[in-house]
């Protein structure tokens, strides 16, 4: 029996892939194989040496030391894109949201409660909520991964003109991408070209204040930003002084901070983004056949700190061993095997910065010396045995 930690409440649909007779769910073991979480904060939890793998239902990581659990051969899985349409359409009423000046009206609206002549008030007073049509603007998504090109395509959709900036875009994204779609060769081109930017970025040391007083400087006059993605992808006194001078006419975040709250022109989102039932059960699911794979077959797919290996478990018995990234790792490992007599059939190798995993598949018993000699090999990190 396998058990698997709760962390936060995990959709059913996700967790009714885990077969009852095999897994027991609970949100208190000591001693779990597997844990699935949304936001819990993991910094200050100590990692049970039974723990083979974490399955975040969401994308970012942020709550997962991921450092001590590559130490510790713990393989950390998110759900890239499973949450993608969900915070597309977020996005898209931010847009008009930044735009439209809805929320001060609707603000405005509520006031006339005690009026006797509504109807006359609200069209005398609504020309203080005018706001400009999207349509024919030019949008700036920074960021094509699985939201920014969705983002991207559905803007177009709406009639604008979309420039798109990722150094780092997937194949699979560009493939995803409406050929509409203009390609800005650096960041500076999005800033000083769109009447609206939206940021789909991960917060990285690269990232974070890309929104700083140097780069609102540079942009246009007026210029509504988005940040569905991480609060501090944005210089938060810079964004203070923008809307001050009317720079930035609106902001519109998901990532709401004390700073911002109840700033002029700013309207706080609070992380709705993914707060969809479909995003719940997606990321559920994914997050669900990920560590089971992973336990059941040692696959590693969508994992943030080891490589994806996908090998089909064809023989009887599997090794898996997570090691360092460094040379003469492989025929070491191979050297066990033959010392031991054990025929290896099938085996796969993949690294991803310092470390590497590899799946040895062998087409007899393996006993428990092979894997205790495994282990003590200088540079190996975990051994497990899959029969
Ligand atoms: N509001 C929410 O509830 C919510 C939900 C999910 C994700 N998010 C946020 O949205 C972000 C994007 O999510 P995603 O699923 O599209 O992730 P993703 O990994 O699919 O895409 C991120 C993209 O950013 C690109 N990138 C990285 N560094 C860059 C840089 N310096 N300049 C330009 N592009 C760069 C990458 O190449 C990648 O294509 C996440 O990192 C997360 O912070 C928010």
Known sequence: MYNILTLNKISHVGLSKLDQTKYAISDNTETPDGILLRSFNMHDYDMPESL?????????????????????????????????????????AALLLSSRNIVGGIDWAKELVSSDTVEKDVEKGKSAFVGPEIAGKTLGVVGLGAIGVLVANAAEALGMNVIGYDPYISIDAAWGLSTNVKRAINRNEIFENCDYITLHVPLTKETEKMVSSVALETMKDGVRIINCSRADLVDADAMKSALDSEKVACYVTDFPNKALLNYKNVISIPHLGASTPESEENCAVMAVREIKEYIERGNITNSVNFPSVQLPKTSQSRITIMHKNIPNMLSQISNEFAKNDLNIDNMMNKSKNDVAYTIVDVDSEVNGNVIESLSKIDGIIRVRLIQ
């Open 52 to 92: 083979l793998a974490i399955g975040r239902a969401g994308a970012g990581v942020n709550n997962i030391p991921l450092d001590k659990c590559t130490e510790k051969g713990i393989v950390v899985f998110n759900t890239p894109g499973a949450n993608a349409n969900a915070v597309k359409e977020l996005v898209i």
